[in-house]
């Protein structure tokens, strides 16, 4: 009755641990889906400070930290008055744009400042599941200003 009781056991063990490496075998990570945000145009309702801004965009990457994305080639900042529109495709090309559908990535917008930190001019949260669908506009304010972000989350 024991070799008895004792075989069973064993062989319950092994079952157990056969169905545990099969389970294994066939779990496998899902890829992710990514997807990029497309800078479309910046509107300026109303300017901060003075006659005009020096407004510049910057966006966390994955890692969280603030990457400048507009405008792009080098340029520092775009100077931004009431009623003004700017195209912010130039700084399309910049890595940090791609995310997972999953993810989301804060966009900030700054006015450069010759003297003293840079003044913020708001933000907007942006979400990879915002895929396929028409352009966003999101209104973002600070130190008095009031600004106008259009940007597209494409599949890549």
Not at 44 to 52: A, L, R, T
Request: some cysteine; charged content about 20%; aromatic content about 8%.
């Amino acid at each position: 009755m024991r070799k008895n009781r004792a075989a069973r056991l064993a062989a319950t063990a092994l079952l157990g641990i056969g169905s545990i490496a099969a389970f294994a075998g066939t779990a496998h990570a899902e890829p992710i889906d990514y997807v990029r945000i497309e800078l479309v145009e910046l509107h300026c309702q109303k300017n901060s400070e003075g006659d005009h801004d020096e407004a510049y965009l910057k966006i966390t990457d994955a890692n969280g930290n603030a990457v400048k994305v507009w405008p792009g080639n080098g340029i520092g900042y775009q100077t931004m008055g009431t009623g003004y529109v700017r195209s912010m495709a130039d700084g399309n090309g910049n890595a940090a744009l791609i995310l997972g559908k999953e993810q989301a990535r804060t966009l900030t917008l700054w006015d450069k400042d010759t003297f003293g930190g840079d003044d913020k001019l708001g933000a907007t949260l942006v979400t990879g599941s915002e895929a396929g669908s028409e352009t966003q506009w999101r209104s973002v304010e600070g130190s008095g200003g009031v600004y106008v972000i259009g940007y597209r989350v494409v599949d890549i």
